[in-house]
């Protein structure tokens, strides 16, 4: 199959490593603004050749689209108009203005919203990794609206990433991603700019930050050419998502000044139990490694 990736940073990369290494794609053509990206595509082996929008659209069976959001949404209906019959599928992480962008083109048969949950802090071909979706979920978004062929090529491209699909809606995938990852990054994010602002020796951040410090702001690391325009897109359910934050924060706040130390036991009692949830999605993750390996071992003998 011939892929055509339009994107080479750490999704488009990892997908075009891993459906190559499954011998799913038989071709990889690069389509990326950057030319050093490009340069350092073709340099790595990510993809075969680097070429024009028109050009992929045109050679492809299936197109990726592995872009900032906000240029998913103003691209699509260009890439749904170009001659060819390639299956569309986005990456974006968030869904609603996406959908909407083509909702009624029609040519919506072919394409196929979907959101394959994994990444690191980490951007750029460099950042591209084998493995990076084995065992992660993948949300895909108005199944109804693609047609059967986008959905089997989908399905195969997902499927040999290793992915578990499951499907939403796409306000509601907008209004869960608000609180379980796009918040996250907000709060890691501020994080790292409080530290900043307030330790000016940098020295003191070196000497005094431990393991807990790093992990919580390490999505502080991330791209803000990409989570800029996330958090925009989803602005409506991540200012609700924000406010119950805050909140939050003013209580525990409140308690500290008046040295309420009973009361502020209590919220950590409370926040305690995302254990449970967490535990949970630990042993899920487990299950699904395990059946990873059982499958692996199949095809060995």
């Not at 924060?249 to 950590?268: D, G, P, S, W, Y």
């Amino acid at each position: 199959m011939n892929v055509g990736v339009i994107g080479l940073g750490l999704i488009g990369g990892s997908m075009a490593r891993d459906l190559r290494a499954a011998g799913v794609a038989s071709r990889v053509m690069g389509v990326d603004l950057s030319p050093t990206h490009a340069e350092r595509a073709l340099e790595l082996g990510l993809v075969d050749v680097v070429m024009d929008l028109e050009e992929a659209a045109g050679t492809a069976d299936v197109l990726l689209v592995c872009i900032p959001v906000n240029a998913i949404q103003s691209l699509l209906p260009r890439i749904m108009d170009l001659p060819g019959n390639a299956v569309v599928i986005d990456t974006g992480s968030t869904k609603s203005l996406i959908c909407r962008s083509v909702r009624e083109h029609p040519a919506r048969e072919r394409f196929v919203a979907a959101h394959p949950i994994a990444g690191t802090e980490n951007s750029g071909p460099d950042a591209a990794i084998s493995g990076l979706f084995a065992g992660k979920v993948n949300i895909i978004c108005e199944p109804e609206r693609s047609g059967k062929k986008a959905m089997e090529v989908a399905r195969l491209v997902f499927d040999t990433l290793k992915m578990k699909t499951t499907f939403m809606d796409p306000d509601e995938h907008d209004k869960h991603v608000a609180y379980v990852s796009h918040l996250s990054h907000v709060s890691s994010f501020l994080l790292g700019q409080t530290v900043l602002d307030i330790e000016k020796d940098e020295k003191n951040i070196f000497t005094l930050a431990g393991s807990g410090f790093a992990s919580t702001v390490r999505l502080a690391k991330s791209s803000p050419d990409m989570w800029a325009p996330i958090f925009e897109q989803n602005a409506g359910f991540l200012t609700r998502a924000l406010e119950e934050y805050i909140a939050h924060l003013k209580r525990f706040h409140q308690c500290l000044v008046n040295r309420e130390t009973a009361q502020m036991h209590e919220i950590l009692s409370r926040a305690n139990e995302i254990r449970r949830v967490l535990n949970g999605i630990e042993l899920n993750q487990q299950k699904n490694n395990s059946q990873l390996t059982d499958i692996k071992t199949e095809h060995k003998l």
